[in-house]
């Protein structure tokens, strides 16, 4: 069985900022075939649940409120890439459109609703590792595995 990490969230875990999961059964199907390993990167990082929502301003990650908490988004995504080292998991799974996890779109940084092409903190650190990056959205798309 190979070993798949996830958005903690994806299966159900009260982690979003909202203090809520989003369960998705694709990703709980996944766990038929395959070891999962939740992470949330944003608790990893140090932030609490709930939060405000935070979204990418460039480089920079910064919640609606202003402040900026692009320390804790890097230092989490370091420490779910070490616990992806650590199973040796070679795909993630992770929720689409996170500032955080999104892998192919995330939100624009005017808190507007407005998706932009891009990946979230962990997404990217996680492709730049070599680990296969999927989110919910991919699944119901058929491309995995």
Known sequence: MSVIL?????????????????????????????????????????????????????????????????????????????IAKLVGAETAVLKAKSPSCGNRMIYDGSFSGNLIPGAGVTAALFKENGIRVLSEVDLEQGLFP
């Open 6 to 82: 996830v958005s903690a969230c994806l299966v159900g875990c009260s982690c979003r900022y909202k203090g809520d999961g989003c369960e998705n059964a694709l990703v709980i199907d996944l766990a038929r075939d395959h070891v999962l390993v939740p992470v949330c990167p944003e608790q990893l990082g140090g932030l609490p649940t709930p939060r405000n929502p935070s979204e990418r301003i460039g480089d920079r990650v910064v919640m609606n409120n202003g402040r900026d908490v692009t320390e804790a988004y890097h230092k989490g995504a370091a420490e779910a890439l070490r």
